[in-house]
């Protein structure tokens, strides 16, 4: 019995919506457990100490422990139990007494009412699983234990709660709503300077050719909200300058993007389309999985046709892992010309079709238009990725040599965290609002996907110097390369970010004497 309800406590129910545990740092940015909460759809009723009985075997061991990257679901039973306990009195009577449930029951013969909880960081209540073995007795099968050592528990508890509460709580930032101004502290103030550049790019746009030079020296430093969607569809050269034409060519790309649907979207099961298809289709729930938008089956439809019809019109790369993800901003941006904010819990069905239709239509022109200046890192053995790499590591060795005699000593390749760098332009290690302010950047750099990228990565690496030069041993060193606290990051990193890539930029790429030994 002990076995089936650790199972059950450790495994994840499939057909839940949301239930999909990506890998922390294989697939996405360090996540928030904070955030992460909003997917448990019912709360569990009980917690099994899974710490007071050890495994016989290994096989054992591995039956009880099947996700061991659930995280958190310690911290969520403690505090559910909580509340089942004082709403559900007949249910606490008809299962295991667990250490949750007791404190709930030693609060209430006491009287006494626990402080409130920190809705932000919730603390578990459970006891240590060794003490429980040594201080507490058993009777038909369950932990007893006395009123005096319930009540030492719940002081405990309060005591470990009013120390949580005293600490300061970082207001949480959206992963992509109020994409455009947030800064770190999560406040999105528009000051006199941000309306003086907002009026400055509107005014740019509303002229009869617009300054693409000018346009993209006021974009590098980060575009206003308002105006992003179509400055990007400006600076990927989708519009024409022309103001006059811009309308004629949207409607010209969006009637022949559809065109490409009909001619070829049924194709998707033929022999010879049917593994990138399917490559896709599997692909597609882990685009952004925390996200609620990229989890809806309207959007996921719409991110299958898009890479579908690239991959068939691009045979010498077709689809390739990590495509993907670059679907995600250009799908953000445009659709928040139509939504003020919260973005990742829009109904995409709320929109009128042909919206949808032009939202799908510019994401896929966007997404082609800069995969056209980086397609070497897609194509066979993907050597675009590995020259960045390689030029990567020579860089390194020249700006920070402690940290590169460090890897080498540790022996880390560049290529065993890098790789994804250049493969998903970085859109693992940031939050998605990140990468969006990012390639605003980018957008204004001439060869920004493809070269100033590389800037970007070294300047990236650097930042965490002291974390890395702490870390002793390979295995340490890539949990820290593959999980990097970057959740918390707003405009103000990146800025900083980027503006430390430039000063590589300047001093390395036209100084080859300088960059290589």
């Given at each position: 019995m002990a076995t089936d309800n650790r199972i059950h406590f450790w495994r994840r129910n499939a057909k839940v919506p949301g239930s999909l545990q990506p890998v922390y740092g294989a697939q996405h940015p360090p996540l928030d457990p904070?955030?992460?909460?909003?997917?448990?759809?019912?709360?569990?009723?009980?917690?099994?100490?899974?710490?007071?009985?050890?495994?016989?075997?290994?096989h054992e061991f591995a039956r009880s422990t099947n996700d061991a990257w659930d995280i958190d679901d310690e911290e969520d039973d403690g505090i559910f139990g909580l509340k089942q306990t004082s709403s559900s009195p007949v249910q606490s009577r008809s299962t295991p007494q667990t250490p949750s449930?007791?404190?709930?029951?030693?609060?209430?013969?006491?009287?006494?009412?626990?402080?409130?909880?920190?809705?932000?960081?919730?603390?578990?209540?459970?006891?240590?699983?060794?003490?429980?073995?040594?201080?507490?007795?058993?009777?038909?099968?369950?932990?007893?234990?006395?009123?005096?050592?319930?009540?030492?528990?719940?002081?405990?508890?309060?005591?470990?709660?009013?120390?949580?509460?005293?600490?300061?709580?970082?207001?949480?930032?959206?992963?992509v709503a109020r994409i455009s101004d947030q800064n770190s502290s999560g406040a999105p103030p528009m000051t006199v300077r941000e309306k003086t550049r907002l009026d400055k790019f509107k005014q740019l746009l509303a002229s009869p050719n617009t300054d693409?030079?000018?346009?993209?020296?006021?974009?590098?430093?980060?575009?206003?909200?308002?105006v992003r969607p179509v400055t990007w569809r400006l600076l990927s050269g989708y519009l024409p300058a022309n103001k006059e034409r811009r309308d004629l060519v949207l409607q010209r790309k969006r009637e022949e993007y559809f065109g490409f649907i009909e001619q070829y979207y049924h194709s998707r099961t033929d022999d010879n389309h049917r593994d990138t298809y399917r490559q896709i289709h599997i692909d597609i729930p882990r685009t952004n999985p925390l996200v609620p938008l990229f989890q809806q089956p309207q959007v996921q439809e719409v991110f299958e046709r898009i890479l579908?019809?690239?991959?068939?019109?691009?045979?010498?790369?077709?689809?390739?892992?990590?495509?993907?993800?670059?679907?995600?901003?250009?799908?953000?941006?445009?659709?928040?010309?139509?939504?003020?904010?919260?973005?990742?819990?829009?109904?995409?069905?709320?929109?009128?079709?042909?919206?949808?239709?032009?939202?799908?239509?510019?994401?896929?022109?966007c997404m082609s238009k800069l995969l056209d200046g980086i397609q070497d890192n897609y194509t066979f053995a993907q050597p675009g990725i590995q020259i960045k790499v390689k030029a990567l590591e020579e860089l390194v060795s020249r700006i920070d040599e402690d940290v590169h005699v460090h890897f080498q000593r540790c022996e880390v390749e560049y290529l065993q965290f890098a790789f994804r760098w250049m493969n998903n332009l970085l859109m693992r290690e940031l939050p998605l609002r990140c990468t969006?302010?990012?390639?605003?950047?980018?957008?204004?750099?001439?060869?920004?996907?493809?070269?100033?990228?590389l800037y970007v990565c070294a300047a990236f690496l650097i930042k965490w110097r002291k974390e890395i030069?702490?870390?002793?041993?390979?295995?340490?060193?890539?949990?820290?390369?593959?999980?990097?606290?970057?959740?918390?990051?707003?405009?103000?990193?990146?800025?900083?970010?980027?503006?430390?890539a430039y000063r590589l930029k300047y001093m390395f790429a036209d100084a080859p004497s300088h960059y290589k030994r």
């Open positions: 904070r955030r992460h909460r909003q997917f448990k759809d019912t709360p569990k009723a009980s917690i099994v100490n899974t710490k007071s009985k050890k495994a016989s075997s290994f449930l007791k404190l709930s029951k030693a609060l209430e013969d006491t009287d006494t009412q626990p402080p409130p909880l920190n809705k932000q960081e919730p603390i578990s209540t459970k006891p240590d699983a060794d003490q429980l073995d040594v201080e507490s007795g058993t009777a038909n099968g369950r932990v007893v234990k006395s009123c005096s050592d319930a009540q030492l528990n719940v002081n405990a508890a309060r005591s470990t709660l009013q120390k949580q509460q005293s600490l300061p709580v970082r207001p949480l930032i959206p992963l693409l030079e000018e346009l993209r020296k006021h974009s590098w430093s980060g575009m206003p909200r308002e579908f019809i690239w991959a068939i019109r691009h045979p010498a790369s077709g689809y390739v892992q990590g495509i993907n993800d670059l679907v995600t901003p250009f799908f953000v941006v445009f659709l928040s010309e139509f939504v003020e904010e919260d973005v990742e819990n829009f109904e995409m069905a709320s929109l009128p079709l042909d919206t949808q239709r032009n939202i799908e239509a510019d994401s896929f022109w969006i302010r990012l390639w605003d950047t980018y957008q204004a750099e001439s060869e920004g996907f493809s070269h100033f990228h030069l702490s870390m002793g041993d390979f295995q340490s060193l890539l949990i820290l390369l593959q999980n990097l606290p970057t959740i918390h990051w707003g405009n103000e990193e990146v800025g900083l970010l980027l503006a430390e």
